[in-house]
């Protein structure tokens, strides 16, 4: 990569999947995603899985939009494949952007090195905006990002295991987090406890 410091931005990415390609409806997929990027954010190298809709939508179409936002219920309801928000018609490529997201840049696909199951997809940006001001983030957006996180990977993980971790984050969101935060985390909570019952009961299946 060029263009400074590499870095890892936490944030959700969208791709459009084959029905809306086929114009057979609004086909959008929103993931949580964080890649690493360089400090000028002219690049973006994603790691999605080969499992991931993101890297099938990529391979597939080869456009995206990265979106970088204080907003962590979003977040939360990405990763959780539960989120409903206002999109619009992106600039310079084929997709759609998150309108409540603080900034958005548009990418399309350069190199593509799916021969692991943990891809390495890397981006150009070919357009960016700013939608809004950054707020920001306290103890409690922080705690539900890394609960966003230890969610998403319920496949991995004992859900036991990542339950114990999101009881030590529960005291920073109860201590500092609003309603929204409050709401996120509860979601989070809620998935991970329903994986460990679909585990217990041998549905493994996400």
């Known amino acids: ?5 590499e870095l890892i931005i936490e944030g959700v990415v969208t ?3 084959p ?9 959008v997929n929103i993931s949580p995603m964080g890649p690493l990027v360089t400090e000028r954010m002219d690049t ?13 939508n990529l391979k597939r179409h080869g ?11 979003l977040i939360a309801r ?6 409903e928000t206002p999109l619009n018609a ?11 997201a603080c900034r958005f840049y548009e990418f399309r696909v350069e190199e593509l090195d799916d021969r692991e199951e943990r891809t390495r997809i890397q981006c150009r940006v070919v357009h960016s905006e700013k939608l809004r001001d950054l707020l920001g983030f306290n103890r409690a957006r922080n705690a539900v990002l890394e609960a966003a996180i230890l969610a998403s990977r319920t496949a991995f993980l004992p859900p036991g295991d990542i339950l114990r971790q999101l009881d030590d984050l529960q005291v920073l969101v109860d201590k500092t987090g609003a309603e929204p935060e409050q709401r996120a985390f509860s979601l989070l909570r809620g998935y991970v406890e329903k994986a460990g019952e679909r585990q217990a009961g041998g549905d493994e299946t996400r």
């Open 1 to 5: 990569m060029t263009g400074g410091e």
């Open 15 to 17: 791709t459009l999947g």
């Open 19 to 27: 029905r809306h390609e086929e114009g057979l409806k609004e086909d």
């Open 44 to 56: 973006l190298l994603l790691k999605p899985y080969t499992s991931s809709r993101t890297y099938r």
């Open 63 to 73: 456009e995206g939009v990265f979106h970088i936002t204080d907003d962590v219920e």
């Open 78 to 83: 990405a990763t959780i494949g539960q989120v």
């Open 90 to 100: 992106t600039r310079e490529i084929q997709g759609r952007y998150i309108e409540g």
